[in-house]
């Protein structure tokens, strides 16, 4: 692979991190970071494809898992959250948990908002 498709996948790849039951410290951790991230961010210059999503997820199980999103160029974001690579979130359900507000079409043009 050359060095210009592997540059492609990173730029496209999405991560992800399970803060485990939301009930028992998933938020705690969130709202410990949320500072950090916001500030990383604002050195940027707050780009609308650099986002940080949540969402509660259960899969069947009884207990919701508390799930951060980070979109591609938010990857020194998901480096300090210890975030592996994974598929795009589907948009439904997702919270902006930082990022610029703008970041909706952009990084989901699919769903029309």
């Known amino acids: 692979m050359s060095e210009r498709q592997v540059a492609e996948i990173e730029m496209n790849t999405w991560f992800s991190k399970s803060l485990g039951d939301a009930i028992y410290g998933g938020d705690g951790v969130l709202a410990k970071a949320h500072a950090d991230v916001q500030q990383m961010f604002a050195r940027a210059g707050d780009p609308p494809d650099m986002a940080v999503f949540t969402r509660l997820e259960s899969e069947g199980r009884l207990h919701c898992e508390l799930v951060v ?21 589907v948009r439904a359900g997702l919270d902006l948990f930082a990022g610029n507000t703008g970041c909706w079409p952009v990084l989901f043009p699919e769903s029309g908002r």
């Open 69 to 89: 999103y980070f979109s591609p160029a938010a990857h020194e974001a998901a480096d300090m959250f210890g975030a592996a690579p994974c598929e795009k979130p």
